[in-house]
């Protein structure tokens, strides 16, 4: 029997920062869908399949639900670690809003998924991004929570439009931000570098030792540098070959560095 599946998204993963520690999956649902804590559990599976060192890492997976009437419960998919003690579990996010102080960032943020009406929001809007001024945030945190905030209000109230919200709070479009566009570049250049090296893998037997010197070299490189290399990766045959296109790619050549990657 063979069973064909589709590409696995994780909405969040969140490594620990302590060893030992578990990661933890998310995953938020905004409609009912009864095969929801089955895919969980497949996204999980696939995880751990893609990453073998992790096997023995604890985790526990969370499915944020924004409606608990949305939830169909976990039925026959509870899934329970080596202790019997469950892995998976459901949050109903509006009911946990509703519990939390009046003065809370995470309300605060989130208010539009608890409001009404479109008058509740152009009546407290201003209010709700002045609480969020008032966090001792960073410009760019708050500029990005007041933009959270936004999307929220524009995906339940199709009349508010996202231009419409920023123009009454004079804000710059988070797209159109500095800190966006950096980040989105971010992403962009390690995700080119991960999958680069998985071809050199793939292809070279080279040493762990070479490998994390060959991504430090590639982190010097440009995106459009990154995406270049994957052609040219086909044809190379040694080590070699690799240090010479990252140098001649590199604004200044440092021989000592070229040098070390081949010990």
Excluded at 96 to 110: D, F, G, M
Excluded at 116 to 143: K, M
Excluded at 224 to 234: C, G, N, S, V, Y
Aim: with cysteine; aromatic share 10%.
């Amino acid at each position: 029997m063979t069973v064909k599946t589709t590409e696995k998204r994780i909405d969040g993963v969140l490594y620990p920062t302590v060893t030992g520690q578990p990661i933890y999956f998310v995953e938020v649902q905004a409609s009912p869908d009864e095969q929801m804590y089955w895919r969980t559990s497949r996204e999980v599976s696939t995880f751990f399949e893609q990453r073998p060192k992790l096997k023995n890492t604890a985790w526990y997976a969370y499915v944020i639900w924004l409606d608990g009437a949305d939830d169909c419960g976990f039925q026959t998919t509870h899934i329970y670690d080596e202790q019997k003690k469950q892995r998976i579990f459901s949050v109903h996010l509006i009911d946990i809003l509703k519990k939390l102080p009046a003065n809370s960032l995470a309300l605060t943020v989130l208010r539009p998924l608890i409001v009404d009406t479109e008058q509740e929001v152009r009546q407290n809007i201003t209010t709700w991004v002045e609480q969020i001024h008032q966090a001792d945030l960073s410009p760019e945190a708050e500029q990005r929570l007041v933009m959270i905030m936004s999307q929220f209000i524009e995906e339940k109230f199709k009349i508010l439009s996202y231009k419409e919200l920023c123009k009454m709070l004079n804000l710059t479009p988070f797209k159109e931000t500095t800190s966006y566009k950096e980040a989105f570049q971010e992403d962009l250049q390690s995700y080119s570098i991960e999958m680069l090296i998985q071809q050199i893998e793939a292809k070279f037997r080279f040493s762990k030792r070479t490998i994390t010197k060959l991504i430090l070299r590639l982190r010097q490189l440009t995106l459009d540098d990154l995406k270049a290399m994957f052609k040219e990766i086909i044809i190379m045959k040694r080590l070699k070959e690799i240090n010479a296109w990252i140098d001649s790619r590199l604004p200044q050549n440092d021989p000592s560095q070229l040098a070390n990657l081949q010990n």
